[in-house]
């Protein structure tokens, strides 16, 4: 009698790797294939939601720091001492404008982002403004349906409309980059135009 063939589990992305790749530094040449295990293992897919939770977070209280009043230098520092300080910070603010402008101008591949039910109107994905995404819905898709995804800002000017697409079994459509605020994501059902799912999405 033939033994069955034991069932290998595919490895899961390192834990470097998946951060690269929320944090849109992963070589081009491995984008396509962490994609792929992302598209077909829910494990991982929840473990890059939770990242892109952390950047999110990271990136606000960075935010909030770089505001912060700079405090007032002590009295008894030398004057040289006070301009010397003065000239290194006004470089390093010029060294980011170049850094930060030169990775604008560079066209960043899309990220994916799993929009997933429990990140409905009462909590919304973040997105970075700057770069393109693609989004990957959590809906069980029926084969013989046709389904459109509207994404509308805060006051319902529509923002983008297109048909979505089905891969490996799971609903996405792209992205492309969008100025910062709050918007609504809908996936409908054609011809009907039946709401199917409504999500928030926020971005910063």
Known sequence: MAQPTPHIETPHIEEDLLDQY????L????????????LGCSFCQKRLVETDEFLTVFREAATQM????????????PSWIIAWAS???????????????????TKLPPAMLFMQ????????AHIVSARPYRLVFDLPVQATVDYEVEIVDEVGGGILRIRAEVRNGQL???L???????????VY????????????????
């Open 27 to 38: 070589p081009e040449g491995s984008v396509a294939e962490v994609e792929e295990h992302l």
């Open 189 to 204: 059902r054609a011809p009907d135009r039946q709401v199917v799912a409504e999500y928030g999405l926020r971005a910063d």
């Open 87 to 105: 000239a290194a910070a006004a470089l390093a603010a010029l060294l980011v404008f170049l850094i930060l402008g030169e990775r604008q101008d």
């Open 66 to 77: 770089d505001t912060r009043p700079a405090r007032q230098p002590r009295r008894f520092w």
């Open 176 to 186: 492309e980059k969008v100025v910062r605020g709050s918007y609504w994501v809908r």
């Open 172 to 174: 996405t459509v792209p």
């Open 22 to 25: 929320a944090m849109a530094t």
């Open 117 to 124: 039910s429990l990140r409905g109107p009462g909590a919304a």
